[in-house]
């Protein structure tokens, strides 16, 4: 390899084929699955975990940050040190301190040490994905690529789905402790797998002697507290807090120090030259918008039946269970078939078009509309998992070296773990804005002395007159404020729907503007639709010969 190849591409991956693949599909399965049940059980479960820890709102708050901060601060990295320190390594020894990690913060009472606690949690579970998706690119057949990847892909809309009936099983029957424990029992299993699925492999000492430490440090810190920024920004009214605008500022000028220090670096970890390939920047771009288009997955639907309908999450959890996790052991097959013999740009846009339908549905919402109501959605939501992110990683992949995938494998985590996490803090605050913004032309028409308003009111006053005739006026006033209020959230929630089909909308537009990729293991086979017809007396051309 030559140094330029080292200056633009970063260290190439040499890994060596499993002894076991099916170990390694065993270890990918539980390692995505459980890096996403775990951050979602956490952010479904945190008012159970307040009340179990005895912490204040803003405690809360930062516990959740710093859970998921701390994943995004070493996901970008993980690629990387599973290239110089070998996947067994990097992937067997972090589960197992997991497990121990897992198992003890129950039991934690004390707030810094649980901060403490939760940084480490966080930081040994984002090593779990990336280090999956290196598996695949590094210690499987191709032939295996596209099932696993497809393992990889889907357990991001499976965990959604199924992390609110989880959350509502572990509380109400087994304890809230086992938001943790799950983590004690299922990563000693992965670690498992991973040694007997993926070879020894030496520690690369070549590598590590011009390890690019600082610029793993900086991209990583930098969008850790980008995030961290985003995250607190709703709870602390954005630009009116020193705290936020310190984490956005701080963190843009950490990565900005990065792109400077990998321009500069003798080999550099991640070159962002690899951004400079039409196909591979704009379909890093689509992954981004997918996570913000799956927001009416993640937080619309869920968060509206808590907040409308007043759903806990084991109930609003049964609706996601059923019509939109299920539903994929049937679609991510049919997704598999669609990506052997289709282009992966087709099924791209089979699948945004399942989210902007189910979008645009929800924008006809009421106030009236129950959990039954949104099964249509969910279902349209179900199609657009399965048919979205994996075809979309198969195209970037099919555009890039595979064997330099720890460069790709950097910039593909920041995507999907930073997409993610800032779209659902940006969502947070765009749905507390547009209420806002609802109350107020809803409270233009609700005047005191309007005539209407008035006979509300005395309507209102009469059914709350049994209760006492002092208190009655003003427990109509303030059940006629409640129904604004209602009707701002609703129109706000309207809103998000809006604004997640935009997304979709802009995602199949810059699908059409990715090219063909190159021939390569990963290009659909054409199916063949020739008819053999049988040889009949009489025919004029002889059937061939055996």
Not at 182 to 199: E, S
Not at 398 to 421: H, K, M, V, W
Not at 423 to 439: C, K, P
Request: charged content about 10%; aromatic content about 10%; proline content about 6%.
């Amino acid at each position: 390899m030559t140094e330029n190849d080292d200056r633009t591409h970063g260290p190439v991956s040499q890994g060596g084929i499993g002894p076991q693949p099916l170990f390694a599909v065993g270890a990918v399965l539980l390692g995505a699955f459980l890096a996403n049940f775990d951050s979602r059980l956490t952010t479904v479960g945190l008012p159970d975990l307040r009340g179990a820890f005895s912490l204040g709102f803003d405690e809360g708050a930062w516990l959740s940050t710093a859970a998921i901060g701390s994943q995004i601060f070493v996901a970008p990295a993980v690629a990387w040190l599973a290239t110089a320190f070998g996947l067994r390594r990097v992937l067997g020894i972090p589960s197992l301190i997991y497990a121990v990690v897992s198992l003890i913060i129950p039991f934690v009472h004390d707030y810094p040490t649980l901060m403490v606690l939760s940084i480490a949690h966080g930081m040994l579970l984002g090593t779990f994905v990336p280090a999956t998706l290196m598996i695949v690119l590094r210690n499987l057949p191709i032939r295996w690529w596209l099932p696993a990847i497809s393992l990889y892909s889907i357990r991001v809309g499976f965990a959604l789905d199924s992390s609110s009936s989880l959350v509502g099983f572990y509380v109400e029957h087994l304890g809230w402790p086992w938001l943790y424990w799950q983590g004690a029992v299922v990563a000693p299993l992965m670690g498992l797998m991973v040694y007997l699925g993926t070879p020894n492999e030496p520690v690369n000492r070549d590598l590590l002697r011009d390890a690019d430490w600082g610029g793993m440090l900086l991209l990583g810190a930098g969008v850790a507290m980008v995030y961290a920024g985003l995250d607190q920004g709703n709870r602390l009214d954005w630009l009116e807090s020193g705290t936020v605008m310190a984490l956005l500022l701080g963190g843009g000028a950490l990565i900005l120090a990065f792109m400077i220090n990998e321009m500069l670096a003798l080999r550099p970890w991640a070159h962002f030259n690899i951004l400079f390939s039409r196909n591979i920047g704009l379909s890093l771009i689509v992954i981004v918008l997918y996570t913000l288009t799956s927001l009416s997955n993640s937080s619309l639907v869920p968060n509206f039946l808590g907040t409308i309908t007043a759903l806990r999450p084991e109930q609003s959890g049964a609706l996601l269970l059923a019509y939109g996790a299920l539903p994929m052991f049937v679609l991510v097959p049919i997704s598999i078939l669609l990506l052997r013999h289709l282009d992966p740009r087709i099924v791209v846009v089979l699948g945004f078009s399942a989210f902007a339908a189910a979008n645009l549905w929800g924008t006809q919402l009421t106030h009236a509309w129950a959990r039954e109501d949104f099964i249509g959605i969910v279902l349209l939501q179900s199609v657009g998992q399965a048919l979205t992110l994996l075809p979309i990683i198969i195209m970037a992949l099919a555009n890039s070296d595979p064997s330099r995938a720890t460069a790709f494998a950097a910039y593909i985590q920041i995507c999907r773990l930073g997409g993610a996490e800032i779209g659902i803090a940006l969502m947070g605050t765009w749905l507390r804005v547009r209420e806002q913004i609802h109350s107020a032309y809803l409270g233009l028409h609700v005047q005191n002395g309007d005539v209407d308003v008035r006979q509300l009111l005395q309507q209102l006053a009469e059914g709350f007159s049994a209760h006492g005739v002092g208190t009655a006026l003003g427990r109509a006033v303030g059940t006629l404020a409640a129904l604004v209020q209602r009707e701002a959230n609703v129109l706000a929630y309207i809103d998000g729907f809006w604004l997640c089909f935009w997304f979709g909308m802009l995602a199949l537009f810059l699908v059409a503007l990715i090219k063909r990729a190159p021939a390569g293991p990963l290009s659909p086979v054409p199916v063949d639709l020739a008819i053999k017809v049988p040889w009949k007396r009489g025919a004029k051309t002889a059937p061939p010969r055996p």
